[in-house]
């Protein structure tokens, strides 16, 4: 297993302007990380960010950082036909620029969060033939695309697994957040079986118990709370995932993606001593 950084950890110090991407490549390699998820959400970065992937891939060869996927915050999952076609066209751009950029992978995040509250039914119907859509340009380009797992609705193994078997595409996998199907009250580790030979990258995120409201992103099917913190300071069992991780073969990237309140250099820098601790404990 590879230990990678998706630049969705840096978001309020993007937008603040704080971070870009070049100083996110050297924060990487100053502490060893192996490659970059680089994620164009268009609330963060205040630019187009495919200029600046297309200037700093020099940077990343030279610093032996493997720009490993392309992330997109488009839905599929919306009832508006309109808006599910425009986000059709942003993913079918993303993955031209994939395929310019040298990146083997698309990850679609965000579906099924712009109206929580559809039917299954509707959603995954949406979702297949949006992805059925994608796919035929995937596939010409050589492009994988994975669909990230997030929410109360595209969200835990039967209905990840569900919408890969409906697809039918070797072209298409699950890029998985393990903190994520807490919402979904479903253990990660038993997602990770179920997915097993289907995932391609793996995100890990902290949450624990919030005595506070954090937002309707953050409430499980059961009504709990959560909040996003540290790796290894909260209740996801990051130890259990990563071995579980290992006795199905699997050899991708795993990822820190901080979102706690934190600086998120202080919080990324501390996640990552955890998971490189645990990846270590592993290979024993």
Known sequence: MKL?????SFGPAIQGGRMNLSKIIEFAKQRDFEGIEIVNRKDIWRRDIGDDIKMNMTRMRENKLRYFSYGVNYDLAVSDSQVRWRSMNKIREAILLASTTNSPDVCILG?????PDMAWDDVSSYVIDGLKDCLQLAEMKHIKLSIKNGGRICN??????????EVGSENLQVSIDVAAFLLVDEEPADAVRTLQGSINNVHF????????????????LGGRQLEPCVLGEGIVPQREVLYTLKQINYEGFVIVLYQGSEEPAVGIERSSNYLKTMLKEIKK
């Open 4 to 8: 990678g950084l998706t630049t969705d």
């Open 111 to 115: 579906t099924g969060l712009t109206e």
């Open 156 to 165: 835990g193994s039967d209905r990840m697994l569900q919408i890969l078997n």
């Open 205 to 220: 995120t902290g949450v624990r118990n919030a005595e506070t409201y954090v937002g309707n992103e953050w409430v499980t």
